[in-house]
C-alpha cells in the first residue's frame, strides 16, 4: 500500500475548504474569541490536513477529522504565553498599539538644593 493520493475517491482540499472552512471558522472562534485569528487557525488546519493526507485512515468522516484537528489547533492557539493577556487588552492593543517609550534621558534633573 503507498500513499492515497488527493485524486480518485477522495475530495479535493478545495472541495473540503468549500464543504467545511466557514463551519470551521466558526468553531475555531468559539475558542479564541477573534475572526481573524479564527481564520488564521482553520488555514492552517487545512495545511495540516494536506500535509497528513495519507494519515487519513478512512474510519471517521472528513468533517470529524477536520473538526478535531480545528479544536487541537485552537487548543494550541490558546496555550501561547500572549493569550495569557486578558481579551479586552489584546482587542485593545489592536485598536492601539503601543508604541516604543521613546529615550526620556534629556530632561532636567531637579536640584533638591
Not at 481573524?36 to 470529524?64: P, R, W
Amino acid at each position: 500500500m503507498g500513499q492515497q493520493s488527493m485524486e480518485g475517491s477522495n475530495p479535493e482540499i478545495s472541495e473540503l475548504i468549500d464543504l467545511h472552512g466557514q463551519q470551521l471558522i466558526n468553531l475555531a472562534y468559539t475558542y479564541c474569541k477573534d475572526w481573524s485569528m479564527s481564520e488564521d487557525i482553520v488555514q492552517e488546519v487545512f495545511i495540516s490536513a494536506y500535509k497528513n493526507f495519507d494519515t487519513f485512515k478512512g474510519k471517521s468522516s472528513y468533517k470529524t477529522w477536520l473538526y478535531a484537528i480545528t479544536i487541537n489547533k485552537s487548543k494550541d492557539f490558546l496555550r501561547k504565553p500572549s493569550m495569557k493577556e486578558p481579551l479586552l487588552q489584546r482587542m485593545m492593543n489592536k485598536v492601539n498599539p503601543v508604541q516604543p517609550r521613546k529615550n526620556t534621558s534629556s530632561k532636567k534633573k531637579v536640584s533638591m538644593g
